[in-house]
């Protein structure tokens, strides 16, 4: 069975940091692509950054220079580093990893930035 488990998000204040990870089992981690999104309240789901299996990375324009994502196969995890952040950073995370037509969600997490 595929798991993909969110965690480190919660309540910041603007210009702070969190590090978001996402722990997969029941897949060859290290073949997939992975991806963090986000979803805020009335708005579509948007991908935020991607790491391919071979570590190439790219990322939204609205995150660029301020987020970092990141894998360590041997955990089968992969972070997002989301520093300098925005009350518009605002949104439910998720994590995702595809291969093949092969394609998992996390169930999401809450990041609030706030004052």
């Known amino acids: 069975q595929v798991q993909l488990v969110e965690s480190g998000g919660g309540l910041v204040q603007p210009g702070g940091s969190l590090r978001l990870s996402c722990v997969a089992s029941g897949i060859s981690f290290s073949i997939y692509d992975k991806a963090w999104y986000r979803q805020a309240p009335g708005k579509q789901r948007e991908r935020v950054a991607t790491?391919?299996?071979?570590?190439?990375?790219t990322y939204a324009d609205s995150v660029k220079g301020r987020f970092t994502i990141s894998r360590d196969n041997a955990k089968n995890t992969v972070y997002l580093q989301m520093n300098s952040l925005k009350p518009e950073d605002t949104a439910v995370y998720y994590c995702?990893?595809?291969?093949?037509?092969?394609?998992?969600w996390g169930q999401g997490i809450q990041v609030t930035v706030s004052s």
């Open positions: 790491i391919t299996r071979d570590g190439i990375t």
């Open positions: 995702n990893v595809k291969w093949s037509s092969l394609d998992y």
